[in-house]
């Protein structure tokens, strides 16, 4: 028996170079994150507006991912990436010419934020199910695993670099640097030879998204998974809004410490996706996913009550790891199971539920910073992730049970079928 390769996907040549390309373009895009969240900051000195732009820059994605993701069904992926690579340069250049010429206001960042929004509506469900046309369906897991240490190593790398720009070059040099890194994905899409089939939807828009929701409805795990993820995102992921206050009111560690927690975030979550990676397969996903969105919880509540800086960046290192834990082996077990003609429909309505709540719970968790505080708001936050995290374990296990037992009475009903033909038969012939 062949021993299955380590990083199996890797040695595919189309994924090889849209990954590596990733890895250099998510880098500046972490670089202009932080950067924008230390420019918002800066000009206004409140978690609302840090709440406000983040939710504006998500909010496109609540509004057209699912037009996104029949797009990305209709149309080859590869084509719909290169173009929303080429636009998603202009956001960049917009924000470092504004801040260099010292033009910037509050509403610059919103209009652009909103605009580069637009963009990845249509970017992430194409790039999403773009994987599997990369890969053999054996090594979808693993190109999942890896895109995702792709971006999670990129929230490493890219605000590390971030935190010392800023330092000795200033916020512009940031957002001209990200807008160049755009230029490694878009080499690397021209050169993927896999031009992408097209799979265009019958009936129209509307149909088209209602045979995405259909699936998702009828397969009862999926539907446990899109309803966790939509609780995290709703009130536990945008906790990465509130680092600012964190880095400059309570830990007292400024800009440079800011790129530190989120480097750190960062790190967990790379260290989760290159873990799965590693493994190829995660056996025990009815255990495995509700224990890291635990972790994740767990996790948060106990930064709301540190007061050390180390021991912050511990906490949100474990808070990385169970998110991407939970998310990327979430991914794998949706994208295993959709058939190829709704993947991108399907996908976006993931993207929907991650990205797309974004706003909603961006607007919420800075609304009730402003309220009560951050710390405060952090910790109810968290009991609410907890207790849905134990209420997942419940139904998703219960619906996994269910498949089994019921993909089980379906084989023995096979095999008994099977075993009285012979005996039908011989009847016949007598």
């Avoid at 993927?192 to 799979?199: D, I």
């Avoid at 397969?281 to 890291?292: A, G, N, W």
Wanted: net charge positive; with cysteine.
């Amino acid at each position: 028996m062949q021993t299955p390769q380590r990083f199996s996907a890797l040695y595919t040549r189309d994924f090889r170079l849209f990954w590596f390309g990733q890895v250099i373009s998510l880098s500046g895009t972490w670089m202009h994150s932080v950067a924008q969240s230390w420019l918002v900051y800066s000009l206004t000195k409140s978690p609302l507006y840090l709440g406000i732009i983040a939710s504006v820059s998500s909010l496109p994605i609540l509004a057209f991912t699912l037009v996104g993701g029949i797009v990305a069904d209709k149309y080859p992926k590869r084509t719909i990436l290169i173009i929303t690579q080429v636009l998603s340069v202009l956001p960049a250049l917009a924000l470092g010419i504004l801040t260099e010429g010292r033009m910037i206001t509050i509403w610059h960042v919103g209009i652009i934020a909103a605009f580069l929004g637009a963009i990845n509506a249509f970017d992430v469900p194409a790039r999403q199910s773009f994987l599997a046309e990369v890969v053999s369906k054996g090594d979808i897991t693993n190109a999942i695993a890896l895109n995702s240490a792709a971006f999670n190593g990129a929230r490493v790398i890219g605000p590390v670099i971030a935190g010392f720009i800023i330092t000795h070059f200033g916020l512009p040099a940031c957002f001209f640097l990200n807008a160049a890194s755009f230029m490694a994905v878009i080499l690397a899409l021209w050169k993927v030879e896999a031009k992408g089939s097209a799979e265009i939807p019958v009936g129209g828009f509307t149909k088209g998204i209602a045979d995405g929701w259909r699936f998702v409805k009828g397969e009862r795990p999926i539907l446990c998974i899109m309803a966790l993820i939509s609780l995290f995102s709703l009130f536990g992921i945008p906790h990465i809004t509130l680092l600012p206050i964190l880095a400059g009111e309570i830990l007292k560690v400024g800009a440079k410490g800011l790129s530190l927690l989120v480097a750190s975030a960062g790190a967990g979550s790379f260290v989760a996706a290159l873990t799965i990676a590693f493994r190829g397969e995660v056996q025990r996903k009815d255990l495995f996913i509700p224990l890291s969105g635990i972790v994740f919880s767990f996790s948060l509540l106990a930064l709301a009550f540190s007061r050390d800086f180390l021991l912050s960046l511990l906490l949100i290192l474990l808070a990385g790891w169970g998110v991407v834990s939970c998310l990327a082996t979430s991914n794998s077990f949706i994208q295993h199971r959709v058939p190829d003609a709704l993947r991108g429909r399907v996908m976006s309505l993931y993207i929907l539920v991650f990205l797309g709540f974004a706003p909603l719970g961006n607007s919420v968790v800075g609304l009730a910073a402003e309220a009560i505080g951050a710390t405060a708001s952090l910790k109810f936050f968290a009991f609410i992730c907890i207790s849905g995290s134990i209420l997942f374990y419940k139904a998703f296990r219960g619906a996994t049970r269910d498949e089994e037992e019921g993909h089980h009475a379906h084989r023995e009903s096979d095999r008994q079928e099977a075993a009285a033909l012979p005996v039908q038969e011989d009847r016949r012939n007598e």
